[in-house]
């Protein structure tokens, strides 16, 4: 079972930057895109950021701007750069991928969450 592990959350002031980085246990062959997700107590999870095999990014209104989604196909990760972080972007944050695996066909993984705190 493929696991993703993210590392590089805790707690910033206001202004601050973090890095996020999520890495899979093994190689995911055919990754269709890799993302980050968070989720604030008493919010829905939410899509921060998304990158496609192909290249086209997504970000939220939210953090765009101020988050660069970025990732390494050979070793499938992914990071995400937060910059001049709010108060509002506290959340735990989510890696996940969208894969295609032989036999079982359209696949999400998510990585456990890591927890981003920003103080005001």
């Known amino acids: 079972q493929v696991r993703l592990e993210e590392s590089g959350g805790g707690l910033v002031q206001a202004g601050g930057s973090l890095r996020l980085s999520c890495a899979a246990s093994?190689?995911?062959?055919?990754?269709?895109?890799m993302a980050w997700y968070r989720q604030a107590p008493g919010k829905e999870r939410e899509l921060v950021a998304a990158?496609?095999?192909?290249?086209?990014?997504h970000y939220a209104d939210s953090v765009k701007g101020r988050f660069t989604i970025s990732r390494d196909n050979v070793n499938t990760t992914v990071s995400l750069q937060m910059d001049s972080l709010k108060a509002e972007d506290t959340a735990v944050y989510y890696c996940?991928?969208?894969?295609?695996?032989?036999?079982?066909?359209?696949?999400?993984?998510w990585g456990q969450g890591t927890q981003v705190t920003v103080s005001s």
């Open positions: 996940h991928v969208d894969a295609l695996v032989a036999g079982k066909g359209r696949t999400d993984y």
């Open positions: 093994e190689t995911i062959k055919r990754i269709v895109a």
């Open positions: 990158i496609t095999t192909s290249g086209p990014v």
